[in-house]
């Protein structure tokens, strides 16, 4: 089966530094994706992993190690507009699809 | 503004209706997927299309179907609309089909269907 974890819900303040994680288990891998999602929009691309280490996007950092099936979505200097849900995603087959998990909500306080 | 055109943005609807809903992926790209949200629920994968070609089904209920057209466009049909299928329904596109390298996927806005 496919089993993707990541917490429901965090609270940070503002200016802070989060670690949202993510652990996978799916049969076959290629590539991990973190997407976030404002309440009834569309997702949008934040970082892809698909070898280990750390991947840095401006404020956003994303790590991987595929023999934990461990992955985190690091973001720095909060802002309030960072409040929304973030979605971990694995690509594991050979069809194009994303297996989603069921996202975490991060709050974002002043 | 990823590229991805979804019709209708809200639909409301009852019990045992049939609605159709339309996806425009982005230029070039010739894959595409439907998602569906409910509420405080993630992204369930419902059906994948490659160059008009059934690529990949997830837990898509016989009550929904879909397709791609010559000109890559996808339409989803769900039928038998029961109060549960209430929730916003994605559709992504992606350049290649699968396999390594496929890259991220390109969600538009959504099409909220509301049953009553």
């Known amino acids: 089966g496919q089993n993707i974890d990541q917490p429901t819900e965090m609270t940070a303040t503002e200016g802070a530094i989060v670690q949202i994680n993510c652990t996978y288990q799916t049969s076959g891998f290629n590539g991990l994706f973190w997407y976030q999602q404002h309440a009834g929009e569309a997702p949008t691309f934040l970082s892809y992993n698909v070898l280990d280490g750390l991947e840095e996007k401006g404020r956003f950092s994303s790590f991987l190690s595929r023999s934990k099936g461990y992955s985190y979505l690091l973001l720095k200097e909060l802002q309030m507009k960072d409040s929304a849900s973030y979605l971990c995603?694995?690509?594991?087959?050979?069809?194009?699809?994303?297996?989603f998990g069921q996202g975490t909500t991060l709050q974002v306080k002043p | 503004d990823s590229g991805v055109t979804q019709t209708p943005k809200h639909l409301i609807t009852a019990t045992g209706q049939r609605v159709t809903l339309r996806c425009s992926p982005r230029s070039g790209d010739l894959s595409v997927y439907w998602y569906q949200q409910s509420l405080d629920q993630g992204l369930q994968f419902l059906i994948q299309?490659?160059?008009?070609?059934?690529?990949a089904k997830g837990n898509i209920l016989e009550r929904f179907s879909a397709q791609q057209f010559p000109d890559l466009h996808s339409e989803l049909n769900l039928s038998s609309l029961e109060l549960g299928d209430s929730a916003l329904y994605f559709c992504?596109?992606?350049?290649?089909?699968?396999?390594?390298?496929?890259?991220?996927?390109?969600f538009g806005e959504g099409s909220r269907l509301t049953v009553l």
């Open positions: 992504a596109s992606s350049v290649k089909g699968g396999g390594a390298n496929t890259g991220e996927l390109f």
């Open positions: 995603a694995v690509h594991s087959g050979n069809t194009g699809k994303l297996i």
């Open positions: 299309y490659y160059n008009g070609e059934e690529r």
